[in-house]
């Protein structure tokens, strides 16, 4: 919780927090603890600590973005698979296996490369990902809760479809939701960092935390802190998110 | 006589928080060998606990803080755990509640029977086979050698339960311990159980610690009898002293609650609210709904009575169409039900309104009780705010307190959730009300005022209701006429003093001498 709020925290105030411009070059490879620059320099001398606290927003602003279209997506087709069933329930869960069937990382890469780097096609991506996994979950426990007499009561009241959906199934998943949520938004962050490895996230010099691991990678064995750093941040906020996810489970 | 089981001043603390402190406190009783103790009480009083206490099997978050307890004189409180594991299932047994769930679903009932030998005492196989077929002939089993084969999901549940009992009595052990072994059981299968259970008593003279809280069955097996309330042994005797003179008042109540096999007189006849003709339905091969017709009159009741895999929780269904029927129709006020599609089945549907069995299945967990009843009289066609001020009166009416409207389902208790269910389908105004075994899951205390508080409703407002139970008694109690099902189909209707005084169907008969403590 702590971790997941600092980040936050960082990201929102990044302005005031980066001690300088993190696309402004200055001497290039400084180690940590260098006057002025606590985190070092990177190979073109932008500060690494500055470069950190700008590289928060994009991190949890595309992971929040993206987890939350996913779910918006995911837990409508479920319920209304999961509820409804028939043919609604076999065609949307063919659609959702037919996406799954696909290696992630490879779907993320494809849809990326047809339709190139920006903030939107990242969130496209992670949606078109994460959304079948979303609807199997909701279509999973919707199923499950269907069958309890407090919907069989709504049914025989003459409740609309989506009243009983929205108010009598939606709210009593929502708990292991919540859970699934967390876990998937530090997923998301991985994955934003992995594209950014890659080369496909955010265009340069905008700071990445996932590109500048790329960046440093050549440089890795003679001057460690160009990786170290952004690995530690990427870890830690995942972390964070899965330990909230943790506690939520527990509390219910 | 000697006590082949002492209990001393037993106490079990319940975790900080509860609303009580002791689960049992200062439970004091022997058990004579050869002899039935009954353990009567209602749910929560500490009976399952204290079984438990002398099986030695205390969950996790309880513990013994004072007492103790003898076995043949052998004091078990403070016995090292692997002392204690030789003795139980050697020397002291128990049948479960559930005998399903209590044996090894991978298992063959033949293998585990012969498990329980190769735990207690080393057998050659040749021997162990032998007394394995004899303990299946003992519990009156048919059909041995297909018995032993089988694995427990192929058998019923009084054939579980029978072997439950073998397991408990392989060892002839010196006390058994049986926690509610037939409640899980139809009333037929019951008495053969609780025969079955006098039997082995009669044969080994082993002293039975029988945990029930139906009085029907304390009345057909005790010995002795031994009522708790809220942890407290409040009153132990011979059986005969307590059930005819008791001297608490506890238990007076009791037994005042225990439904009687007496009929109230049937209405006058009226105009029918539902006609129901030729319902099926299918599931596969089974027929759950074959050919059911029945005619449910303006403000009676109509009690439906049958054992499980009858078909009586489908037929409650079928006619909400939660289950959709296969055929047939369902006529209220000149509606057919069935016949109905979208907005028009929406409507029509809200004639008949249907109170659950599981109370706390029944209520979503996160919806306040008033928006849940008020809503239900919005559907029944009231404005917002009128619907407000009838949910409020009818939370009254079912005998709940005006704050109820604002809280949620988890803060009251199975009876005053059942209420609130009740109030729920009334506020629709229905024309029928559908009870499914509505009042099983309660005790029998809550299980008369609820009973109570539907014929006074029904008096007050006319509304016809269909009950279904599994219990005669329960049904006498309640209802005009009496329908007895049986594999999908209604074998016997007519009023319920006649159905009682005169049984025309072979099955009512069986039904009606299976009913415990006549």
Redesign the interface.
Known sequence: MAVVGLWVFVAVFAPLLAPRDPLVSFAPLLRPGAAGFPLGTDLLGRDILSRLCWGARPVLGLALAATLIAYALGVTAGLIAGYRRGWADTLLSFIANVILAFPVLVLYLVVIVALGASYLNVIIAVTFGSAPAVFRIVRGITIDIAHRDYIAAAVTQGEAAWRIMAIDILPNAAPALAVDFCLRLGYTAIVIGALGFLGLGLPPPAPDWGGMVTDGRALAFAFPHLVIFPCIAISSLVLGLSLIADGLRDAQ | MSAVLAVRDLSVALPPGSDRQFAVEGVSFDLQRGEILCIVGASGSGKSVLSAAIMGALPGRLRQTHGSIALGGRELTGLPSAALRALRGNRMALIPQEPLAALNPTMTIARQLGEVFDLHAQLPAAERHRRVRALLEAMHLPDIERIARSYPHQLSGGQCQRICIAMALALGPDVLIADEPTTALDVTTQAQILRLIREGRDRSGHGVLFITHDFGVVRDIADRVAVMEAGRLVEIGAAADVLVRPAHAYTRALLAAVPKLECKAPCLPAPAAMTVTGLTRHFGATRALDGVDLVLERGATLAIVGESGSGKSTLA?AL???VEPGGGSVDIGGIDLLAQRGPG???A??Q???I???PY???????RVGSMIA??AV?GGLGNAAARDRAAELLALVGLPADAFDRYPAAFSGGQRQRI?IA?ALA?NPAVLIADESVSALDVLVQAQVLALLAELQARLGVAMLFITHDLRVACAISDRIAVMRRGKIVESCDAATLLAHPVHDYTRALIAAIPGQ
Do not use: E, K, S, T
């Open positions: 269904r909400v169409r939660i089945l929406r409507r549907r809200r008949v309104q249907m659950f069995q599981d299945g029944a209520l979503n967990p996160r919806r809503r239900a559907l269910g729920r629709m």
